[in-house]
């Protein structure tokens, strides 16, 4: 899986993992919060995008994405359990990742694409349990930045 960093262009995994823990290495300090979220987008084909956000607290952030294309995935529903999969997945492998170097120690929260307000309301539960169920943070719409801005901005 490769993702793209606006800055440094495209990565491996591990050379996100590097690069992302060079970042904090920076400034170690400062508090992180790191952030995985996706969002997707239909036209011929669906669109999926996921970031990979490390914000350095009051003082900026680092992101990576990746874009994906799927046919035949028009539901609603399925796209929002799609994308909390794919954040599901991502955040488990970086969890695993960072611990492999040294690096637990790092909290990770997910960002859903979903809200109070508009038809994805319904799905809050089942969706926010299947994400704090594996372990991880959960956060909705308005507080949902790293799926509903960053990942949104490359699902055009």
């Known amino acids: 899986m490769r993702f ?42 669906t669109y999926f995008v996921t970031a990979v ?24 529903r399925q796209r929002i359990f799609m994308e909390a999969a794919t954040s599901l997945e991502t955040a488990s492998k970086l969890t695993q990742s960072l611990a492999d170097k040294g690096h637990a120690e790092l909290d990770l929260e997910i960002h859903l694409d979903i809200g109070q307000n508009g038809k994805t309301k319904e799905m809050i539960r089942d969706i926010v349990g299947m994400i704090t169920g594996s372990g991880f943070d959960a956060k909705i719409k308005p507080d949902s930045c790293g799926a509903s801005t960053v990942a949104d901005k490359y699902t055009k």
């Open 53 to 76: 956000i490390v914000h350095r607290v009051g003082k900026g952030a680092r992101y990576y994405y990746n874009r994906r294309a799927y046919e035949n995935i028009k539901s609603m």
């Open 4 to 45: 793209i960093s606006p800055t440094k262009g495209v990565m491996s995994w591990d050379e996100l993992v590097d690069d992302l823990l060079l970042y904090i290495a920076e400034e170690p300090e400062l508090a992180y919060k790191l952030i995985i979220g996706t969002d997707s987008q239909v036209r011929e084909e």
